[in-house]
């Protein structure tokens, strides 16, 4: 079993930049390619960004890649989210998931074996 603590939401103002962290405990951090999701006020849960197990390989989607950008430091058995300029419609819970290898497609949240309680995320003035 893989335990996730995310980390590092809050109330942030428009246009700033801000860095969620997950913290990954129990079997090896290293076995998981990991991604992040978020979930917006009444809508669906939805994929952000994905990375492999040795932080070479990462994917976006396309409305996010421009603005968000993941990473991984095994060593430390931890996952990053930076996010740029951020935007009213970044509001969300931010989830992190871990994913057996090659199990299922990675930007589908039923491929993640693993999540996180989330961190909520608020883009406000």
């Known amino acids: 079993q893989v335990l996730l603590v995310e980390s590092g939401g809050g109330l942030v103002q428009p246009g700033v930049s801000l860095r969620l962290s997950c913290v990954a405990s129990?079997?090896?951090?290293?076995?998981?390619?990991m991604g992040w999701f978020r979930q917006a006020p009444g809508k669906e849960r939805e994929f952000v960004a994905y990375?492999?197990?040795?932080?070479?390989?990462?994917q976006y989607a396309d409305s996010k890649k421009d603005r968000f950008s993941i990473s991984r430091q095994n060593d430390k058995r931890t996952l990053y989210l930076g996010a740029d300029n951020l935007k009213s419609e970044d509001t969300a819970v931010y989830y992190c998931?871990?994913?057996?290898?090659?199990?299922?497609?990675?930007?589908?949240?039923?491929?993640?074996?693993?999540w996180g309680q989330g961190t909520q995320v608020t883009v406000s003035s």
């Open positions: 998931a871990a994913r057996t290898p090659g199990y299922g497609d990675y930007w589908n949240e039923e491929s993640y074996s693993y």
């Open positions: 129990g079997r090896p951090f290293a076995d998981y390619s």
């Open positions: 990375i492999n197990t040795a932080g070479t390989i990462t």
